[in-house]
């Protein structure tokens, strides 16, 4: 079941990884910015979204499916740079994991890596356990999952502000999406495990982002030596879509 890459351009590989529920078409204005610079710009499509072959209720799925099936594109095309977002974000830092040899350099926004906060953010980690996180398997339960997940990271009234064609999107890739969320919140890997990482880093969060994904990168800035860790003013966790212009620059750095 291969992913579907928008591949572009020629010359270092960068491999734009996106947010949950979303598809490589988010990457579209950082990827003809890479095309023009002279990068290879490659735009998955993870697994079960976008235009990637579909993923079918109820068979199980984790993040980790993902994981692997990046590693397997860094090996080939490597050394890559890795650009992630959200959901794309936490699939980078375990693939420059699972292969650093293949990795130039990672730049994350908001990656839920949620495994790195400990002790001192029981804060954070309150936010998290008060998310009602429920799922049945009725059409109306799918459709309250999708509203609280989605007005979590945008804010009170996002999934209803959506137009149309997006609510049917994330409706045709929600079980997916749930499944990876699932697996996701249970990854206990702990910031000093990403204090391997070698190659350069660059960490970002939106000022507005939820606590919990603020905390995560400021949790991965302590633990990587010499990671750039930056806050956009004004923005939240959707940025990287709702505010290329603003957060491409300084997730783009190399």
């Known amino acids: ?26 990457w579209r204005r950082l990827a003809s910015d890479l095309v023009t610079s002279g990068k290879r710009a490659m735009a998955v499509d ?29 090996r080939d095309v490597g050394p890559a740079h890795l650009v992630g977002h959200s959901y794309g974000g936490l699939v980078a830092l375990h693939t420059a994991l699972a292969a650093p040899a293949s ?7 908001d990656p839920v890596a949620f495994g790195v906060l400990g002790e001192a953010d029981a804060d954070a980690r309150r936010v998290l356990d008060d998310l009602d ?11 309250q999952w999708l509203q609280t997940f ?13 137009r149309d064609d997006m609510r049917a999107e994330f409706r045709r890739v929600v079980w997916v999406v ?8 249970n990854d206990v890997t702990p910031a000093s495990t990403y204090a ?18 603020r905390r995560v990168g400021q949790r991965l800035a302590e633990a990587i030596a010499g990671a750039r860790f930056d806050t956009v003013p004004g923005v ?13 620059p300084v997730l783009w750095r190399w």
Do not use: C, K
């Open 1 to 26: 079941m291969p992913l579907f890459i928008d591949d572009q351009g020629a010359g270092e590989p960068v491999v734009l990884l996106h947010s949950g529920g979303l598809s490589g078409r988010q």
């Open 46 to 74: 993870l697994t079960g979204q976008g235009r990637s072959e579909p993923w079918p209720e109820p068979t199980p799925f984790s993040f980790q499916i993902d994981v692997d099936r990046i590693v397997e594109i860094v």
């Open 103 to 109: 990795i130039r350099s990672l730049s994350v926004y």
């Open 133 to 143: 996180r429920s799922w049945r398997t009725s059409e109306m339960t799918h459709e």
């Open 150 to 162: 989605v007005d979590f990271w945008g804010g009170t009234g996002s999934w209803n502000a959506l």
């Open 178 to 185: 749930r499944e990876a969320v699932r697996s996701l919140v």
């Open 196 to 213: 391997s990482f070698t190659f350069p880093v660059q960490l970002v969060t939106g000022e507005r982002s939820p606590l919990p994904a």
């Open 236 to 248: 939240g966790h959707l940025a990287p879509v709702t505010d290329a212009a603003a957060v491409n």
